[in-house]
């Protein structure tokens, strides 16, 4: 029995500004190897898959940068709140760490 099925993509079609989807028909009979595609459905130009992956790169590139600079930013905050943490440490005496329960060192 065959299987047909599809999923829709976030970019939309650069042509027509349509819903992109990628469809695959597979063969459960042993001698067909099935198909698949990627299609807009609303003018129906069918793309490659080489060149729909540069479409959609193209189209989350400010997705991706925005993500990689708030990771950074991320990584920033947990540094410098590492490096506040060990300073106050380093001001603590023995008898306060102590009494938080800390390593005296």
Known sequence: MAQYKHS???TPCPNCNGKVKF???GSDDGYSQGSSGIQCTGCEKEYN???WEKIAHEELKPEIEARKKSRLEYEARKTRREN???QALAKLTPEEKEVLGLPKD
Do not use: D, G
């Open 84 to 86: 506040i943490r060990k």
């Open 49 to 51: 898959r080489v060149e």
């Open 8 to 10: 829709s993509y976030k």
């Open 23 to 25: 469809w695959s028909y």
